[in-house]
């Protein structure tokens, strides 16, 4: 429960923190809210010789109307993401999916840029972007780069990010009227999805992702294309896990994540729908 030594330096922009991650290469480690990062520090499951601290950049920490979407700071904490009125809004189940993050105190510390940099496949909110289309905005010592959410999410914690890159803005489409669902089945109130579901739903247009299906997020787009080709909620459901690849745990067999899925999947659409 000790981590194992480490240098810390505090960054004061996003340009001091991007040069200090380049001189240490795959040595350094941004740190953000901490809340993923310590954790696997203390179980010494990463051991970064150097920790980058850019805890304390307010200038990455908004949430703006760009037009035709909503740009959010890659360090605003996810209750500020919770409880913003543009996101109410325009974007309404990010908002909600934010709500469903630990507990009040991880709400306060963790940022959203750490969640979706973090690549966890159990996190609510890289599902839910991905759902919503969303792009990322990175900086490195090459300039900057816009990634699609299709495209950033690799492997197990694995992301399309350089190390010396800085994630720094979430770019989420409004959602214009769309309906939408969100659900999130855990045994206790507060925990990691065992499985979760994001879906919105205009016209014939759907975005549907799942939380804990895989190694990565997994955008279920046969569940759109079912629906997009006219099937009803409840047979669109039943092609929930057809792009996942879930393993299981302590807390539930393959068999029983792939029953959540469609389940969830059918009850978010539902919502989505009504
Ligand atoms: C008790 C507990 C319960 C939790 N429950 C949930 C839950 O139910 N649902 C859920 O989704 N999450 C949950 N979390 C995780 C929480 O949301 C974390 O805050 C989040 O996953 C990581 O954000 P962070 O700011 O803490 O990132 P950190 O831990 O600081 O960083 C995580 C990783 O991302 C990298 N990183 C951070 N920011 C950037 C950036 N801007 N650019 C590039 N790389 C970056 C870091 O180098 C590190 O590798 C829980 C955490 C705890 C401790």
């Not at 099937?231 to 896990?241: M, T």
Request: hydrophobic share 45%; net charge negative.
């Amino acid at each position: 429960m000790i981590p194992a030594a480490f240098d810390y330096v505090r960054a004061t922009s996003a340009e001091e923190a991007i040069s200090l991650a380049g001189e240490h290469g795959d040595e350094a480690k941004f740190l953000a809210g901490g809340h993923s990062l310590l954790p696997l520090m203390k179980l010494r499951l990463a051991q970064p010789a150097v920790l980058v601290d850019i805890g304390r950049l307010a200038d990455l920490s908004y949430i703006r109307d760009g037009g035709d979407h909503i740009a959010i700071g890659a360090l605003t904490r996810h209750r500020d993401v919770e409880t913003s009125d543009l996101l109410a809004e325009h974007v309404p189940l990010l908002a909600h999916a934010a709500s469903h993050v630990g507990d009040p105190q991880v709400r306060h510390r963790g940022t959203i840029g750490g969640s979706i940099a973090h690549a966890d496949p159990a996190s609510d909110l890289p599902a839910t972007t991905l759902a919503l289309g969303a792009t990322y905005v990175a900086h490195g010592p090459g300039g900057t780069r816009e990634i699609a959410a299709a495209d950033f999410y690799e492997g197990f914690l694995t992301s399309s990010l350089a190390a010396d890159e800085l994630l720094t803005e979430i770019r989420v489409p409004k959602m214009a009227g769309a309906g939408w669902g969100f659900q999130k089945f855990n045994r206790r109130a507060q925990d990691w999805a065992i499985v979760g579901v994001a879906a919105w739903r205009r016209n014939g247009d759907a975005g549907v992702a799942l939380v804990n299906m895989g190694s990565t997020p997994v955008l279920a787009s046969s569940v759109a294309s079912a629906l997009a080709g006219g099937a009803s909620v409840a047979d669109a459901a039943e092609q929930a896990a057809a792009e996942a690849d879930p393993q299981a745990d302590l807390n539930a067999s393959v068999e029983y994540r792939v029953h959540l899925a469609k389940v969830l999947t059918r009850r978010a659409l539902e919502a989505a729908s009504s």
